[in-house]
């Protein structure tokens, strides 16, 4: 069953057309990597599903509810979390409000100023959990911006997934980080989305090989290809366009 | 239970001033405390809580006060008949009012644009206020008298202390809701909105719409100390709700310290007093303001509270003391050469005759007397320099985390 | 009604001009460093009572040369020692910091040259009437002040578009980071520009001294104004500000000279009201009463329907 669809989706700013009639079925619980040269509209198309930008044709539904061009706020609501790929927290609030910041609304607790949030003994419970699933339980009481940057990373992790959402969309989750980091990295994002549906955009092969079920790639606003990671990669539409003997070579090295 | 007791603190100050000072200066400074610091705190909703940048604040503290004044004039004339100490919950709802449809067009942005339409907003105001007269009372603006009310509890409210207790209670009440409304989800959204706008919006939260409240929950507030002001002067013209008031409540909130719940109070309470006594002494008060504005601005970012708070390691670490040896001596010269620029200025001020400087007699004809001036402000200046180092240096040593691990701030 | 229209249109356009040599450099501040100078108006109050004291000793048009120089230098002091500073806590404190500057002139002013109206004489060389129309007086000086302002606007769209460091500026204006990464001078560049923005504000107060009269109270009443008309004309574009500017003059002008209101308009219509009706103030509003107005509501109305101004690109 899909949960989020994309049909004939465009968009262009000015005369340039970054998006050309994307269509694209993402199944309920799979993990779906979408990759594709620099410049391909990866970010864009994230950009596009989760509201941030307006659709020039063609519709997105998510659940069977149609959500093109609405506001990201109520896509978020309908259970759609996504990170951006330049870490996107808020700086001055402490590491434990950020993660409980993004529970709020799924708690039901919305615009109120009626609740209090010390007396959500539940939700913050919840909170410093969520904290010690992504290893930063110790840093509760830190201002965000004053993490380290694999931390931040985290975080901006942890912001995206604690609203309980069931698609959750990851923009380069790993991008700019050492190679131990990134390891942690890939074991804390299959530990949080077990269970879930995860999409994400990622540059690093390696990583999007070990993780996903299925790849997509995007290639000059379209997808060239959507399929099973072994027949992406034996693909010969995506091995001229975009993987590259050596990118091959390095995949399959990984593999034995 | 230390918040409680800090309450509990705040509720005994506030009920204990007057029995302390009980002079007629001292009660009207408390009463111009008392409105200031609802005012501020107000402001410090929109501002340091939301990072929404309000040059026309004073609209909605001169729009509760005037309809304020009116109903003081309804009671008089007995067209409404309730008791006086609600009149901050009239001009509450005027403020309220007010902001609810400012707000439904000017908190789609923060920034510069929001800024640019409360500086707008705030002149029509104030200009519209001189232009209609019947209910602003042009210049001379409209005047009322409190004690054709009901007695409340057998109090007329014929004496200024009276008038105190009664703002005390009002004040406390409003300083609970306000600290009440940061703890709540609309408070903390807030927050994360003047962080990160975008983010909030794909957590579930429309940015506008936590604006919108922050800004009409601040425009009520801004309401009730408008009330107070009402009760308290018993008039009220067009220029409170001017820019130069607006003026005034930014510099307040912005020295006292934006971050903190508390640094709008301070701001308040320090800006009465430089505006009650500092003006006793010196006809120079208002320039000595600005300069202690844009010094807290360019060395104190984060006002008051902020340097309080900069010694929350340090003391929780028990290394407290150490620094205070290195603040004095590197304190009195800066102080000696704080006072004698202050020294001088006066000097320039009252060109070609004698007058008291602390315990000084100073005269600007006098050259020795300026020879001696710029001699403790060079070694002052040099000495405050010299000793930098040091207090730098002991700075380091008692904020220094001896072990990472030992982790937080606190 | 000829002559008043046409009185007003050559007043409105020596407002507008003048308007126009504050807004400039405002506006370029703001496309360059991204603050809004609330104290750019009080650059303006200084180069007033900079030339009044100048012009006490050595004449007006000493006075005229000197005195943007040094309003110039003050405001490149201001941009290395203070507003850089600030810079780093973000744009919040920076508009805070220029709001104090603004209100920390004005006292020094004050301090300095005491809180009455000084006596600022235009030169004797320009006091003739340069033309006379309708049997009304068109003075030399306003004239000398139109062609002072068109030549600075000249002068500056000449550096803006021809001359290499305008070049960068403009380059600056639409990608600050990129200039910065091709190894100009970024602090240097905002330091000039702060120099020159202020330094016309200077100019301006040095022509406008002598017919708006010099009081510690000058920069107010142009202050908010010069604001709108840079937020009216699209933050950051020259151009804009610059139709901006003119509309404004020649707005206030129109509404000042005309006796137009609500009355009329009543008339028109056929509607009576009696006087002791509660808004009766209403009823009796006429043009020139609202003229200050005017401004503040177009830059409210421009801020909701098009938060970029007639002719800005750039948001925040």
């Not at chain 1, 996107?88 to 402490?94: A, C, D, E, G, K």
């Not at chain 2, 640094?263 to 009650?276: D, E, F, K, Q, R």
């Not at chain 2, 050469?337 to 202050?342: D, N, Q, R, T």
């Given at each position: 069953m899909s949960i989020l669809s994309l049909h004939n989706v465009s968009k262009s700013f000015g005369k340039t057309e970054i998006i050309r009639g994307v269509n694209l079925d993402i199944q309920a619980g799979e993990r779906h990597a979408i990759i594709g040269p620099n410049g391909a509209g990866k970010s864009t198309l994230f950009h596009l599903i989760s509201g941030k930008y307006q659709l020039s044709s063609g519709r997105i539904t998510f659940r069977d509810q149609e959500i093109q061009n609405r506001p990201p706020y109520e896509i978020a609501r309908l259970g759609l979390?996504?990170?951006?790929?330049?870490?996107?927290?808020?700086?001055?609030?402490?590491?434990?409000?950020?993660?409980?910041?993004?529970?709020?609304?799924?708690?039901?607790?919305?615009?109120?100023?009626?609740?209090?949030?010390?007396?959500?003994?539940?939700?913050?419970?919840?909170?410093?959990?969520?904290?010690?699933?992504?290893?930063?339980?110790?840093?509760?009481?830190?201002p965000a911006g004053e993490l380290a940057y694999a931390q931040q990373r985290?975080?901006?992790?942890?912001?995206?997934?604690?609203?309980?959402?069931?698609?959750?969309?990851?923009?380069?989750?790993?991008?700019?980080?050492?190679?131990?980091?990134?390891?942690?990295?890939?074991?804390l994002i299959r530990k949080i989305t077990k269970g879930k549906t995860l999409v994400m955009v990622e540059h690093d092969m390696n990583i999007v090989f070990d993780i996903a079920d299925r790849i997509s790639v995007l290639v000059y606003g379209e997808i060239i290809a959507s399929d099973s990671p072994q027949a992406v990669r034996a693909n010969p539409k995506v091995q001229e366009a975009y993987l590259g003997e050596a990118a091959l070579a390095a995949a399959g090295d990984n593999d034995a | 239970m230390g918040k409680f007791a800090a309450w509990v603190g705040y509720l005994i100050v506030l009920l204990g001033l007057p029995q302390l000072f009980d002079s007629v200066l001292a009660i009207t400074i408390f009463n111009q405390m008392a409105i200031a610091i609802v005012f501020a705190l107000s402001y410090n909703m929109l501002l340091g809580q939301g990072g929404m940048l309000s040059f026309g604040h004073a609209v909605y503290f001169g729009l509760g006060g005037f309809m304020a004044v009116h109903a003081l004039i309804m009671i008089e004339f007995e067209t409404v008949y309730f008791s006086i100490t609600l009149i901050p919950l009239v001009g509450g709802?005027?403020?309220?009012?007010?902001?609810?449809?400012?707000?439904?067009?000017?908190?789609?942005?923060?920034?510069?644009?929001?800024?640019?339409?409360?500086?707008?907003?705030?002149?029509?105001?104030?200009?519209?206020?001189?232009?209609?007269?019947?209910?602003?009372?042009g210049e001379a603006g409209v005047?009322?008298?409190?004690?054709?009310?009901?007695?409340?509890?057998?109090?007329?409210?014929?004496?200024?202390?009276?008038?105190?207790?009664?703002?005390?209670?009002?004040?406390?009440?409003?300083?609970?809701?306000?600290?009440?409304?940061?703890?709540?989800?609309?408070?903390?959204?807030?927050?994360?909105?003047?962080?990160?706008p975008e983010r909030a919006e794909f957590i579930g939260y429309s940015a506008r719409r936590v604006r919108f409240i922050s800004f009409c929950t601040s425009g009520f507030f801004a309401g009730v100390a408008g009330g107070l002001f009402a009760l308290n002067y018993e008039f009220i013209t067009e220029e409170n709700l001017n820019a130069v008031t607006s003026g005034r409540v930014l510099l307040m909130a912005y020295i006292g310290g934006l971050g903190y719940f508390i640094g709008p109070i301070i701001g308040a309470v320090v800006l009465t007093l430089m505006n009650s006594l500092l003006?006793?002494?010196?006809?120079?008060?208002?320039?000595?303001?600005?300069?202690?504005?844009?010094?807290?601005?360019?060395?104190?970012?984060?006002?008051?509270?902020?340097?309080?708070?900069?010694?929350?390691?340090?003391?929780?670490?028990?290394?407290?003391?150490?620094?205070?040896?290195?603040?004095?001596?590197?304190?009195?010269?800066?102080?000696?050469?704080?006072?004698?620029?202050?020294?001088?200025?006066?000097?320039?001020?009252?060109?070609?005759?004698?007058?008291?400087?602390?315990?000084?007699?100073?005269?600007?004809?006098?050259?020795?007397?300026?020879?001696?001036?710029?001699?403790?402000?060079?070694?002052?200046?040099?000495?405050?320099?010299?000793?930098?180092?040091?207090?730098?240096?002991?700075w380091e040593e008692a904020n220094r985390m001896d072990n990472p691990t030992e982790g937080g701030p606190g | 009604m000829l002559e008043v229209f046409v009185f007003s249109t050559l007043n409105g356009l020596v407002t507008g001009l003048l308007l126009f040599m504050l807004a400039s450099g405002l506006t370029l501040i703001f496309s360059m460093m991204g603050v809004l100078n609330f104290a750019h108006a009080s650059f303006y109050m200084l180069g007033a009572?900079?030339?009044?004291?100048?012009?006490?000793?050595?004449?007006?048009?000493?006075?005229?040369?000197?005195?943007?120089?040094?309003?110039?230098?003050?405001?490149?002091?201001?941009?290395?020692?203070?507003?850089?500073?600030?810079?780093?806590?973000?744009?919040?404190?920076?508009?805070?910091?220029?709001?104090?500057?603004?209100?920390?002139?004005?006292?020094?002013?004050?301090?300095?040259?005491?809180?009455?109206?000084?006596?600022?004489?235009?030169?004797?060389?320009?006091?003739?009437?340069?033309?006379?129309?309708?049997?009304?007086?068109?003075?030399?000086?306003?004239?000398?002040?139109?062609?002072?302002?068109?030549?600075i606007f000249l002068a500056l769209y000449y550096v803006l578009t021809r001359s290499r460091i305008g070049i960068i500026i403009q380059a600056a204006i639409t990608h600050p980071h990129t200039v910065a990464s091709l190894g100009h001078n970024v602090p240097l560049i905002f330091m000039a520009v702060f120099g020159v923005g202020t330094g016309l504000a200077g100019v301006a107060g040095v022509i406008a001294g002598p017919v708006l009269t010099t009081f510690p109270g000058m920069a107010v009443?142009?202050?908010?104004?010069?604001?709108?008309?840079?937020?009216?004309?699209?933050?950051?574009?020259?151009?804009?500000?610059?139709?901006?500017?003119?509309?404004?003059g020649l707005l206030q002008s129109y509404?000042?000279?005309?006796?137009?209101?609500?009355?009329?308009?009543?008339?028109?219509?056929?509607?009576?009201?009696?006087?002791?009706?509660?808004?009766?103030?209403?009823?009796?509003?006429?043009?020139?009463?609202?003229?200050?107005?005017?401004?503040?509501?177009?830059?409210?109305?421009?801020?909701?329907?098009?938060?970029?101004?007639?002719?800005?690109?750039?948001?925040?």
């Amino acid at each position: 069953m899909s949960i989020l669809s994309l049909h004939n989706v465009s968009k262009s700013f000015g005369k340039t057309e970054i998006i050309r009639g994307v269509n694209l079925d993402i199944q309920a619980g799979e993990r779906h990597a979408i990759i594709g040269p620099n410049g391909a509209g990866k970010s864009t198309l994230f950009h596009l599903i989760s509201g941030k930008y307006q659709l020039s044709s063609g519709r997105i539904t998510f659940r069977d509810q149609e959500i093109q061009n609405r506001p990201p706020y109520e896509i978020a609501r309908l259970g759609l979390a996504r990170s951006f790929q330049v870490t996107n927290i808020f700086p001055r609030l402490s590491v434990f409000e950020n993660v409980r910041c993004g529970m709020l609304w799924q708690q039901g607790l919305g615009y109120s100023f009626r609740h209090l949030l010390g007396r959500q003994t539940e939700l913050n419970a919840r909170a410093i959990h969520l904290l010690e699933e992504i290893n930063l339980a110790d840093r509760a009481d830190f201002p965000a911006g004053e993490l380290a940057y694999a931390q931040q990373r985290a975080l901006e992790l942890g912001v995206a997934i604690a609203s309980g959402a069931d698609l959750i969309m990851l923009d380069e989750p790993v991008a700019g980080m050492s190679l131990s980091e990134a390891e942690a990295a890939v074991s804390l994002i299959r530990k949080i989305t077990k269970g879930k549906t995860l999409v994400m955009v990622e540059h690093d092969m390696n990583i999007v090989f070990d993780i996903a079920d299925r790849i997509s790639v995007l290639v000059y606003g379209e997808i060239i290809a959507s399929d099973s990671p072994q027949a992406v990669r034996a693909n010969p539409k995506v091995q001229e366009a975009y993987l590259g003997e050596a990118a091959l070579a390095a995949a399959g090295d990984n593999d034995a | 239970m230390g918040k409680f007791a800090a309450w509990v603190g705040y509720l005994i100050v506030l009920l204990g001033l007057p029995q302390l000072f009980d002079s007629v200066l001292a009660i009207t400074i408390f009463n111009q405390m008392a409105i200031a610091i609802v005012f501020a705190l107000s402001y410090n909703m929109l501002l340091g809580q939301g990072g929404m940048l309000s040059f026309g604040h004073a609209v909605y503290f001169g729009l509760g006060g005037f309809m304020a004044v009116h109903a003081l004039i309804m009671i008089e004339f007995e067209t409404v008949y309730f008791s006086i100490t609600l009149i901050p919950l009239v001009g509450g709802l005027i403020g309220l009012i007010a902001a609810v449809f400012v707000g439904s067009f000017s908190t789609h942005k923060a920034g510069t644009v929001f800024a640019m339409i409360s500086l707008g907003i705030g002149e029509l105001v104030a200009a519209s206020s001189l232009i209609f007269v019947s209910f602003f009372g042009g210049e001379a603006g409209v005047s009322a008298d409190r004690t054709f009310g009901p007695p409340f509890f057998g109090v007329e409210f014929f004496q200024d202390v009276e008038i105190y207790y009664l703002s005390a209670g009002w004040v406390f009440v409003s300083t609970v809701f306000m600290y009440l409304f940061t703890q709540t989800p609309a408070g903390r959204m807030a927050n994360a909105v003047r962080d990160n706008p975008e983010r909030a919006e794909f957590i579930g939260y429309s940015a506008r719409r936590v604006r919108f409240i922050s800004f009409c929950t601040s425009g009520f507030f801004a309401g009730v100390a408008g009330g107070l002001f009402a009760l308290n002067y018993e008039f009220i013209t067009e220029e409170n709700l001017n820019a130069v008031t607006s003026g005034r409540v930014l510099l307040m909130a912005y020295i006292g310290g934006l971050g903190y719940f508390i640094g709008p109070i301070i701001g308040a309470v320090v800006l009465t007093l430089m505006n009650s006594l500092l003006s006793n002494y010196t006809e120079l008060w208002m320039l000595y303001l600005g300069m202690m504005f844009v010094l807290t601005v360019l060395f104190l970012p984060r006002g008051f509270a902020g340097f309080i708070m900069m010694h929350q390691t340090a003391w929780l670490r028990g290394k407290l003391s150490s620094l205070f040896l290195p603040y004095l001596i590197t304190g009195t010269p800066a102080i000696m050469f704080g006072g004698s620029i202050l020294a001088a200025i006066e000097m320039l001020h009252h060109e070609g005759e004698p007058f008291g400087f602390l315990f000084l007699t100073l005269d600007s004809g006098n050259t020795l007397h300026w020879l001696a001036l710029a001699a403790v402000g060079a070694a002052s200046y040099f000495a405050c320099r010299r000793s930098l180092g040091q207090l730098n240096v002991a700075w380091e040593e008692a904020n220094r985390m001896d072990n990472p691990t030992e982790g937080g701030p606190g | 009604m000829l002559e008043v229209f046409v009185f007003s249109t050559l007043n409105g356009l020596v407002t507008g001009l003048l308007l126009f040599m504050l807004a400039s450099g405002l506006t370029l501040i703001f496309s360059m460093m991204g603050v809004l100078n609330f104290a750019h108006a009080s650059f303006y109050m200084l180069g007033a009572y900079f030339a009044y004291s100048i012009s006490l000793k050595l004449g007006f048009w000493a006075g005229l040369l000197v005195a943007p120089i040094l309003v110039g230098t003050f405001g490149a002091l201001v941009e290395r020692y203070a507003l850089r500073r600030v810079h780093a806590h973000g744009h919040v404190a920076e508009l805070v910091f220029t709001f104090g500057l603004a209100f920390l002139i004005e006292e020094a002013v004050q301090f300095f040259w005491g809180a009455d109206t000084k006596n600022y004489q235009s030169p004797d060389l320009l006091d003739f009437p340069l033309f006379t129309l309708f049997g009304q007086e068109f003075s030399a000086y306003r004239g000398f002040m139109i062609t002072i302002s068109v030549g600075i606007f000249l002068a500056l769209y000449y550096v803006l578009t021809r001359s290499r460091i305008g070049i960068i500026i403009q380059a600056a204006i639409t990608h600050p980071h990129t200039v910065a990464s091709l190894g100009h001078n970024v602090p240097l560049i905002f330091m000039a520009v702060f120099g020159v923005g202020t330094g016309l504000a200077g100019v301006a107060g040095v022509i406008a001294g002598p017919v708006l009269t010099t009081f510690p109270g000058m920069a107010v009443v142009l202050g908010s104004i010069v604001f709108v008309i840079v937020v009216i004309g699209g933050l950051g574009s020259l151009g804009g500000a610059f139709v901006a500017s003119l509309m404004i003059g020649l707005l206030q002008s129109y509404a000042i000279a005309s006796n137009l209101g609500m009355p009329d308009l009543l008339n028109w219509l056929g509607l009576e009201f009696s006087r002791d009706h509660p808004l009766n103030d209403l009823w009796t509003l006429t043009l020139p009463q609202i003229a200050p107005v005017l401004p503040f509501l177009l830059l409210v109305l421009v801020l909701i329907f098009r938060p970029t101004g007639l002719a800005g690109k750039r948001e925040e």
